[in-house]
């Protein structure tokens, strides 16, 4: 829900008083956040973060709440990982919600701006050194309600989650199935920070200065961590450097060793890249489903809801070299097209002519209105899209056969379907996702 600046001013101030902090003075909403809320101000001449659940009901979503949250960045902090300084927690009594108070650190957490500065191969080992650290924190200093991963338990509630969604998308299914048949056997699990990656680290300088975003901290394998950042989706714009967007997977491993990291696991390492994956899959899909509910109706859950083939088209990437070399030769289908309307404005006109005034109100705008302003354009242009493509359909008795391993890559002209199916898609939903011209550049092939 959005709060008035009034109501956010009055309930800091008494969360504050109780760290002897005084009143706040410029309130600012941060950009972006796909889950919680980020609000900057300065108190007695020093810089702040409050960090605040949108609603109560999508916290109750989460596997633990902000006091768990807080207690694991203060021990993070304590043992001297560049986590921030939690100041003050919200009380009930305050007014505003759910959420905690930290120290600002300097540095910006813009991907653009770090994957554009000096020196990445140094921040890289930053990087790697940071997690190895995370790593190392000893299980008995932190919460004792931190959850633990098991990724058998986890395959079984992405399936749940898959087919309370539909379970219509072939692609997720097949991840799921390759799943299934590959999970690895149990390490003994570490803190995991559940989040690392560039956007969630502060750099200044090309120097790392903080580790923000701890919300889905868990006891796990310190490979999925290690591959969660490695994702094509958290590199955003450098897809030739497979390591957070700053190097090679060689340095990154390398590194977290010699940093005091446990040994790399190459095959288990890949198991946890196409976990997350479809992880966030999944949570693409459930975006749209929180805005339907009316837990969160904002425009950016609903847009987010589109980036589900963003991460099949990665899953295929990742997952087809399994495929018989005659099917990775095979010749993808035609795109079904639509009919070209003339006359009136077609719906994807009139997306374009609305996105087109919105362009000349965006002076008029600043702050979280201006990020919004950007989202919406986004929308529009994805409407405009699919309404001169078509919409991609679901395919659920497909997506059941793959899952059930009736049906594989082995299948004769298969991969070509999925192939089509997940460029269809993003090329509808997110033409400029990186990832897209290496697939295209590697699937449309002559017949």
């Not at 921040?123 to 991963?149: G, M």
Request: negative net charge; glycine residues 10%.
């Amino acid at each position: 829900m959005s709060i008035q600046l009034t109501d956010l001013t009055a309930g800091l101030t008494r969360a504050l008083a109780r760290a002897d902090i005084g009143p706040p003075e410029n309130i600012i909403r941060l950009t972006g956040g796909a889950t919680m809320e980020s609000w900057r101000f300065t108190a007695g001449g020093l810089d702040y973060v409050l960090r605040r659940a949108p609603t109560l009901e999508f916290l109750a979503q989460r596997p633990f709440g902000h006091d768990t949250e807080a207690a694991i960045i203060r021990a993070a902090h304590a043992a001297g990982i560049a986590a921030p300084e939690v100041v003050a927690e919200l009380e009930p009594g305050d007014g505003i919600g759910s959420g905690f108070v930290m120290k600002a650190l300097a540095g910006t957490p813009d991907p653009k701006a770090i994957l554009t500065m000096d020196e990445p191969d140094r921040l890289l080992s930053e990087c790697a050194a940071q997690l190895a650290q995370i790593h190392a924190l000893p299980i008995a200093d932190l919460p004792p309600d931190l959850p633990a991963l098991d990724p058998v338990e986890g395959v079984a509630d992405f399936t749940a989650q898959f087919e309370e969604a539909g379970g219509d998308r072939p692609i997720i299914a097949l991840g799921l199935r390759w799943l299934k048949d590959n999970i690895p056997k149990p390490v003994d699990p570490v803190l995991n920070h559940g989040d690392y990656r560039v956007g969630n680290l502060l750099v200044e300088d090309g120097r790392l200065t903080g580790v923000l975003d701890w919300e889905l901290a868990h006891l796990s394998d310190w490979h999925e961590d290690l591959a969660f950042g490695c994702m094509t989706v958290w590199r955003f714009s450098r897809i030739d450097r497979p390591a957070l967007g700053l190097g090679t997977l060689e340095q990154y491993f390398s590194a977290y060793e010699a940093a005091g990291g446990r040994k790399v696991d190459p095959e288990r390492f890949r198991f946890w890249l196409a976990y997350r994956t479809v992880w966030w899959a999944l949570g693409c899909l459930r975006m749209g489903g929180q805005w339907r509910s009316g837990a969160d109706r904002s425009l950016e859950r609903a847009l987010i809801s589109r980036r589900t083939g963003e991460q099949e088209l990665d899953l295929l990437l990742l997952l087809e070299g399994e495929a018989p070399d005659a099917e990775k030769a095979h010749a993808l289908p035609r795109s079904p097209g639509t009919e070209t309307l003339a006359g009136q404005a077609s719906i994807g006109e009139l997306a374009t002519a609305i996105s087109e005034w919105l362009a000349t109100v965006k002076p008029r705008m600043e702050g979280h209105d201006r990020f919004q302003h950007a989202v919406a354009r986004n929308a529009l242009g994805l409407i405009a899209r699919e309404a001169e493509a078509g919409a991609v359909g679901s395919d659920r008795a497909l997506a059941q056969r793959l899952l059930d391993g009736s049906a594989g890559l082995e299948d004769k002209g298969l991969l070509a379907s999925l192939r089509r199916r997940a460029l269809d898609t993003v090329s509808t939903d997110m033409p400029k996702y990186p990832a897209l011209a290496v697939a295209r550049a590697r699937w449309l092939v002559e017949a």
